[in-house]
């Protein structure tokens, strides 16, 4: 039986903040516990995606995924030098939504746009869903640090309905997400609600590349 076919997710928002760096490990976190080989990309000059990695090597002994960087334009060199070693590629961007992000949407089968409990997150979407439209047309919104029940919250998840896909998952207001990045850890690994709902965003998202 052949390989299947590597994936690659693309993390990007305009605004800064919005948990870009949290959403990309969390996953990863979840996607490397099931058995898949799970590949990095860095491309924000922020650098935070490799700080939690190299902290996770530390923790751990060995890495467990593999690990790059890239300019923007780099992208899709890197990328393809990782299909060979890796079931999902992971990619993270820098808060931008200029031409600079195009490769990394272009070669994503999935663009996942996190967006905070707030009309500005959802603002700034507009920007990189344009881009999406143009380049691959495959996205999602991710709800995250949402505060359940309350009604800024509702009212950004039911204005995000209309303007594009809004995954069913949601990552709540949880102090686990930050502890375990800091830690080079994700959540998956902690227990209770942040580890349930890290696993339902990926089962979610592992849905929507089939």
Known sequence: MGKVMTKVITVAQQKGGSGKTTLAVTLAGVFAQRGLKVALIDSDPQGTLGRWFMTRVDRLGAPDMEFSTASAWGVTYEIRKLR???DIVI?????KA????RPALREADLVLVPVAASHVDLWATEGVLDLVAR???RAMIVLNRINRGTR???DVAINAEGIARVAKARLGARVAFAETLGEGASATEARGPAAAEAKALADEVLAALE
Do not use: F, K, N, Q
């Not at 200029?98 to 992000?101: E, I, N, V």
């Open 98 to 101: 200029d031409a600079d992000l």
């Open 135 to 137: 380049e691959s047309g």
């Open 91 to 95: 990619l993270d961007t820098p808060p």
């Open 84 to 86: 060979d070693r890796a």
């Open 152 to 154: 800024l919250s509702e």
